[in-house]
């Protein structure tokens, strides 16, 4: 039994997924068992804004949100497990910087407060070794959708659309052990549009409700265009993302453009940037005809899985709650799988999808009682 613990770039909280895990050969067979988000704390939320989203550097501050975010992952799960007891829990901690070109990503929050708050081993920091090889420490998730998504038959795209959205390509058969798994990030997903709600209402909303909003609005096709001159997103892939690119230094270049806009045709014309650079992607690699898995918060925005439905119009949309991964635990469920194969030592990057030097296994063990834990999993294996 596993803890799941995911924070993204959206900054709103802390997803967790309590899952039943047993290894099948080469595959794994899961069951999840509760998922639950929890908002942030005031006080952390409060050093998540001046850190990450306002770019604060003063390494005081780090310091605290470090401490803070562990302390919050730990009153997170007390709440969430309620005495329930896990054999382990796999944290991904906060991102606070990301430069995939450069292999430089930086996860916090202490994984000893959790150790300590729920009596089991922890595994964090997944990112570091691939760094290490080279690689972009990002995407992580493509290795559980290749294990745990693949279709025999069925050609699927499992899209992620958190503050970044993220694609990764499962051909018919598609396996975490194949060389040509194609999976990175796409661009922006809700991080723009959150963002623009946050400042055109003066912090009074977090976000357009169901995409009504850009619903109502017209976009700006020229101002669309320009968005997608980015460079980024005719660059070939492995390659990965963040707020570095996608957050306030975007937002600045655009602003005045933005501002000129009424609200609605702002967010109409954000939408489209997320849904035009999905289906690029998609079309650029021929999966535009393919059964797309959405999760994160795009998948609670109704808008948004329409306009993508009409842009793919030969794909077939939906949520991945369709196939058994519910869309806001996917990736609380995914490192829960990656911390066990922490635990069994195996490999669990993919260099087609980072980029890196070659396979490695991730992670860093916080650790409670782990021989027991090792020998738990050595016969489970086994069997």
């Known amino acids: 039994m596993a803890l799941g613990m995911m924070s993204g770039t959206s900054l709103d909280g802390i997803d967790c997924a309590l899952v039943d895990l047993q290894a099948k050969g080469e595959r794994?067979?899961?069951?999840?068992?509760?998922?639950?988000?929890?908002?942030?704390?005031?006080?952390?939320?409060?050093?998540?804004?001046?850190?990450?989203?306002?770019?604060?550097?003063?390494?005081?501050?780090?310091?605290?949100?470090?401490?803070?975010?562990?302390?919050?992952?730990?009153?997170?799960?007390?709440?969430?497990?309620?005495?329930?007891?896990?054999?382990?829990?796999?944290?991904?901690?906060?991102?606070?910087f990301h430069d995939g070109a450069a292999a430089l990503t930086l996860q916090i929050g202490d994984p000893f407060a959790v150790?300590?708050?729920?009596?089991?081993?922890?595994?964090?920091?997944?990112?570091?070794?691939?760094?290490?090889?080279?690689?972009?420490?990002?995407?992580l998730v493509p290795y559980v959708d290749a294990l745990v998504l693949a279709d025999p038959i069925e050609k699927r795209v499992a899209l992620n659309c958190g503050g970044i959205a993220n694609v990764t390509l499962l051909a018919p058969g598609a396996r975490p052990e194949d060389e040509n798994v194609v999976a990175f990030d796409t661009g922006p997903g809700n991080m723009l549009l959150d963002a623009w709600v946050r400042e055109a209402s003066e912090g009074r909303a977090a976000y357009d409700d169901n995409g009504e909003g850009a619903a109502r609005g017209t976009l700006d096709a020229s101002l669309l265009a320009s968005m997608l001159d980015d460079p980024y997103f005719t660059m070939v892939a492995p390659k990965s993302t963040g707020r570095e690119r996608f957050g306030e230094p975007f937002l600045n270049r655009f602003r005045e453009d933005l501002r000129a806009?009424?609200?609605?045709?702002?967010?109409?014309?954000?939408?489209?940037?997320?849904?035009?650079?999905?289906?690029?992607?998609?079309?650029?690699?021929?999966?535009?005809?393919?059964?797309?898995?959405?999760?994160?918060?795009?998948?609670?925005?109704?808008?948004?899985?329409?306009?993508?439905?009409?842009?793919l119009s030969r794909a077939r949309v939906e949520t991945s709650d369709a196939v058994g991964m519910p869309v806001d635990a996917k990736e609380a469920i995914a490192f829960a799988v990656l911390g066990y194969e922490t635990l069994r030592e195996r490999s669990a990057n993919l260099p087609s999808v980072t980029g890196a030097r070659k396979r490695t296994v991730l992670g860093a063990i916080a650790p409670h009682e782990l021989p027991a834990l090792l020998a738990k999993i050595a016969k489970e294996t086994a069997r």
């Open 115 to 139: 150790r300590e708050r729920i009596a089991a081993s922890v595994c964090f920091d997944f990112r570091s070794a691939d760094c290490a090889l080279g690689g972009s420490g990002a995407p």
């Open 28 to 96: 794994m067979q899961l069951e999840v068992l509760d998922a639950r988000t929890f908002a942030f704390d005031t006080t952390t939320a409060g050093l998540l804004d001046e850190i990450v989203r306002r770019g604060g550097s003063d390494l005081s501050a780090i310091a605290r949100l470090h401490r803070a975010l562990g302390l919050a992952h730990a009153d997170t799960a007390e709440r969430f497990l309620r005495g329930r007891g896990v054999d382990f829990a796999a944290m991904h901690g906060q991102t606070i």
């Open 261 to 311: 806009l009424a609200l609605d045709d702002a967010l109409a014309t954000l939408l489209a940037l997320t849904v035009e650079s999905i289906a690029m992607a998609l079309e650029l690699h021929r999966f535009a005809d393919a059964r797309i898995l959405c999760s994160g918060g795009g998948a609670r925005n109704g808008g948004f899985l329409r306009a993508l439905g009409r842009r």
